[in-house]
């Protein structure tokens, strides 16, 4: 399971972390996402290292850097040379040219190859939604962000993220503290398959502190939706996965010329379409957040 894999390294979770800081470095993601894409094409955990180089490059659009340095820092890849050796970790620096060598996930990330992609693909479909030039110095920003990264199934991420937050923004602690919470219930629920109805309260009693609107976030909806969850639970039910709904007209944060501009591409999406890129995946890259469960039934490990 990968969180066997998280509670040894982490090095996933701390990544995004640490994207979400700094999000012009988003666009290192597409390293392993482009890798991830190629071994599903070619049946094959060994990718030629100047097929991935190739695929991430030329999609890049703000983020500048040798690949040398970025699948170091990444931290995922491993090479292998010709004759068989392995290279990785501070080896990778050595390494000139790609020419003639292969790349792969390190073993630990091979065995959960799909868990580790649906992550990757539900980290870009978060990055993709918020801007890339914002600071996160703001509650707003700070709720928002935690918003995203629960709706999408993140709930480690989701917990860790809001527990950083409470020290940062100590007046929204009620709001961080319900996401933690909310974070934990899910985890323990899908790790443990144990529904713990006293976190369910616990979250309930930090949201009462808030207004129905908060932030542009419809907290009402959520209090609503959490205490239909603790009658399933009382029914024996199964748990459904609750979201944290934005307000209609809110704009998500966006000023007015984004709207009418987000308004303009949608009509124009209607008309002709497009091809779907990494680049343009804020709003297709939806696709993928499913639960991880759901997509393992329909992809097959490769040979």
């Known amino acids: 399971m990968l969180k066997d894999t998280w509670q040894e390294i982490g090095k996933l979770e701390s990544l995004f972390l640490e994207i979400i800081e700094d999000p012009t470095k988003k666009e290192v993601l597409l390293y392993p996402i482009c890798y991830c894409q190629l071994v599903r094409k070619e049946n094959s955990f060994d990718i030629e290292l100047n097929k991935l180089i190739s695929c991430a490059n030329k999609t890049f659009?703000?983020?500048?850097?040798?690949?040398?340095?970025?699948?170091?820092?990444?931290?995922?890849?491993?090479?292998?040379?010709?004759?068989?050796?392995?290279?990785?970790?501070?080896?990778?620096?050595?390494?000139?040219?790609?020419?003639?060598?292969?790349?792969?996930?390190?073993?630990?990330?091979?065995?959960?190859?799909?868990?580790?992609?649906?992550?990757?693909?539900?980290?870009?479909?978060v990055l993709s939604k918020v801007s890339s030039y914002s600071k996160r110095n703001t509650p707003a920003e700070a709720v928002h962000m935690s918003a995203l990264i629960f709706n999408e199934e993140l709930f480690r991420e989701a917990s860790i993220y809001?527990?950083?937050?409470l020290l940062r923004f100590r007046e929204e602690d009620s709001f961080f503290k319900a996401v933690k919470i909310l974070s934990d219930f899910y985890t323990k629920l899908f790790e443990h398959?144990?529904?713990?109805?006293?976190?369910?309260?616990?979250?309930?009693?930090?949201?009462?502190?808030?207004?129905?609107?908060?932030?542009?976030?419809?907290?009402?909806?959520?209090?609503?939706?959490?205490?239909?969850?603790?009658?399933?639970?009382?029914?024996?039910?199964?748990?459904?996965?609750?979201?944290?709904?934005?307000?209609?007209?809110?704009?998500?944060?966006?000023?007015?010329?984004?709207?009418?501009?987000?308004?303009?591409?949608?009509?124009?999406?209607?008309?002709?379409?497009?091809?779907?890129?990494l680049m343009n995946s804020g709003t297709d890259c939806c696709s993928f957040t499913g639960t991880y469960w759901i997509r393992q039934r329909e992809l097959q490990t490769p040979a």
């Not at 809001?162 to 937050?165: C, G, P, T, V, Y």
């Not at 639970?233 to 704009?251: A, E, M, N, T, W």
Request: with cysteine; proline share 3%.
């Open 193 to 277: 398959g144990e529904a713990e109805r006293k976190l369910i309260e616990d979250a309930l009693r930090e949201l009462g502190n808030l207004k129905g609107i908060y932030y542009g976030l419809n907290v009402l909806k959520l209090r609503k939706d959490l205490e239909s969850l603790l009658k399933d639970i009382s029914k024996g039910k199964d748990c459904p996965v609750i979201k944290i709904s934005f307000v209609l007209g809110s704009g998500h944060g966006k000023g007015l010329l984004r709207r009418i501009f987000s308004k303009v591409v949608r009509k124009l999406r209607e008309i002709g379409g497009r091809r779907w890129t």
């Open 61 to 125: 659009h703000t983020y500048k850097g040798k690949w040398q340095d970025i699948l170091l820092e990444l931290y995922l890849f491993q090479f292998t040379t010709p004759s068989g050796d392995v290279l990785y970790g501070k080896d990778i620096l050595k390494v000139s040219s790609p020419e003639g060598l292969s790349v792969s996930f390190m073993p630990e990330y091979r065995e959960v190859f799909y868990e580790v992609y649906s992550k990757l693909l539900k980290y870009w479909t």
């Open 162 to 165: 809001a527990e950083q937050q």
